[in-house]
């Protein structure tokens, strides 16, 4: 996939890490915590607890087998926050669906491209679509250094494999909790 003309190679692009304060709003909003990083580059690069690096290869392994259950073997309620490489965005969209139809909650950070197939079929099968409020600022795993001048929108698309006849799109801002009027709405789906 091709996301805007980029001097930046989509080599590079795949290992961009997503900035916490992205992960902590989509938490904030679904009232869950991340359980599982299923896109680590490896283990230097996992920033949680539970994560599936290139060598267990994220998209041949049951992310089911990383989740936590209590001790009544009810899963804990959390989600599973993908930011894949963009160059597989089409694989990894059909593993969230995979996963989702599970049982698991899915969030998949992507590129806000409305008119290719891969976001079509996104769109299709997610429950609901989180518009960020200004554009994305990947991390370089390299630096550390935020890349500034990311020079296409992002949006986080989540699923949780229950049809949907329509999907809701909700803007939000990274850094501020969400109007929970907002959230209201969407208690019903994720509960």
Same mark, same amino acid.
């Given at each position: ?44 690069? *996992? ?6 690096? &290139? @060598?267990?290869? /994220? =998209?041949?392994?049951?992310? $089911? ?25 089409? *694989? ?6 995979? &996963? @989702?139809?599970? /049982? =698991?909650?899915?969030?998949? $950070? ?82």
């Amino acid at each position: 996939m091709n996301i805007v003309d980029s001097n930046t190679k989509s080599s590079v692009k795949d290992y961009w890490q997503t900035p916490q304060h992205i992960v902590n709003s989509v938490g904030l909003l679904l009232n869950r915590r991340i359980m599982l990083d299923p896109c680590a580059k490896d283990e230097n690069s *996992a920033k949680y607890m539970h994560f599936i690096d &290139e @060598a267990l290869d /994220g =998209l041949n392994t049951s992310w $089911l087998d990383f989740i936590s259950f209590d001790e009544d073997n009810c899963m804990i309620d959390g989600f599973v926050f993908v930011n894949p490489p963009f160059s597989q965005l089409k *694989a990894w969209s059909k593993k969230c669906v995979e &996963e @989702a139809n599970k /049982g =698991l909650v899915v969030v998949l $950070l992507h590129p806000d491209t409305p008119d290719t197939a891969v976001y079509q079929y996104i769109e299709y099968h997610c429950n609901l679509q989180l518009l960020p409020t200004s554009r994305v600022n990947y991390i370089d795993p390299d630096n550390g250094k935020i890349k500034s001048g990311v020079n296409f929108p992002s949006i986080l698309s989540v699923f949780t494999g229950m049809p949907c006849r329509s999907v809701d799109r909700v803007r939000f801002d990274q850094c501020v909790v969400p109007d929970l009027k907002t959230v209201d709405k969407h208690q019903s789906f994720l509960d």
